[in-house]
């Protein structure tokens, strides 16, 4: 089964409010725990994914006030890094400041053909919180990371697929559609192999603690039966041709 999020504030452009972040996070908490879950997607209503967080609330924060409200954002990026499971964000139009830190740091990011992204922080002496200063380095760079946050600008989806931070791009109007049919081909392979691979993909091991994670968790996945019944199936196949 596919679980979805829609950031419901089209009026705002779903800007993200703490009240929005704890409803993500129980979210996810409900989704990894739910064994008839196996991908996650989020994404946003109307006109935008997000445009970020929202101003009003951080308006007159001091610095103890915004330090309270930062685990909230971190530890969204931690339950998608940390998530068993898929998660993919299916960036609908708008994807600027934690747009783009939810986007970098789900697995996978499918776009719409109108979506724009960008980070819109420097200039007013923010950096960012969640978990982007991780994520997209991985993703794309350190030296393109720097060059988006200081530019500011405001990119296509062709670009965002060009630099590696966009899997894919779809019409608009197909958008949900496309994730849906992706997500649900991808909730048909045994959840052991997904899991193992974000373990690894993620794990900041060294070079041979790396070859040995990978030997323990590949060796796992042959003790497993659904594992097992699909190889078995697929040599079936081939003997048959």
């Not at 060796?219 to 594992?227: K, L, P, Q, T």
Request: charged share 25%.
């Amino acid at each position: 089964m596919v679980s979805w999020a829609t950031m419901n504030r089209p009026e705002v452009l779903n800007a993200v409010d703490g009240d929005r972040l704890d409803r993500l996070l129980a979210w996810i908490s409900a989704a990894v725990d739910d064994d008839e879950v196996a991908v996650l997607c989020l994404t946003g209503a109307g006109r935008a994914f997000t445009a970020g967080g929202d101003i009003k609330e951080m308006d007159g924060l001091d610095e103890a006030g915004f330090a309270a409200n930062t685990p909230r954002y971190q530890a969204m990026a931690r339950a998608c890094r940390n998530a068993p499971k898929p998660v993919i964000a299916a960036i609908n139009g708008v994807c600027l400041g934690a747009g783009m830190e939810f986007a970098a740091m789900s697995d996978l990011r499918i776009a719409a053909q109108s979506a724009r992204l960008g980070l819109p922080d420097a200039s007013l002496g923010f950096s960012v919180s969640g978990g982007l200063s991780w994520f997209l380095p991985h993703q794309i760079g350190l030296a393109r990371t720097m060059e988006l946050y200081l530019s500011e600008r405001i990119f296509p989806t062709e670009e965002a697929s060009a630099m590696g931070f966009v899997a894919e791009i779809v019409p608009d109007d197909d958008l949900q559609e496309h994730v849906q049919a992706f997500a649900e081909r991808i909730a048909e392979f045994p959840p052991l192999g997904a899991a193992n691979m974000k373990t690894l993909l993620y794990g900041d091991l060294g070079f041979d603690a790396q070859l040995d994670a990978e030997k323990t968790l590949e060796s796992r996945c042959f003790a497993d039966d659904e594992v097992k019944r699909r190889l078995s199936a697929f040599l079936e196949s081939r003997r048959k041709r």
